[in-house]
């Protein structure tokens, strides 16, 4: 199946429900071909090399511990008085 990166960014529950069926996704932008959505085998585990942060992320010291820094970011911002 192929999908414009228009579809990826409104439809991706869609795509995703395709892929899940078993199907790969090849994802266009401007009529080429760029990326490809596959479906992962059941057992298949990503190594924590495989979740390394890239780019700009690399460096980004307060994201490096991924679990801390999300609930840190999830913390209420208010507290209320009771």
């Known amino acids: 199946m192929q ?10 529950k869609e795509l995703l429900a395709t892929v899940s069926r078993g199907e790969e996704v ?9 990326a490809k959505l596959v479906p992962l085998d059941s057992g298949t ?13 690399a460096k980004h010291q307060p994201s490096q511990n991924v679990k801390t820094y999300v609930r840190q970011l999830r913390k209420p911002r208010h507290t209320r008085a009771h």
């Open 3 to 12: 999908a414009t990166a228009k579809d990826l960014r409104f439809s991706s």
């Open 26 to 34: 090849v994802i266009t932008h401007r009529g080429k071909p760029v």
């Open 45 to 57: 585990q990503l190594s924590s090399a495989e979740l390394k942060l890239y780019g700009i992320w």
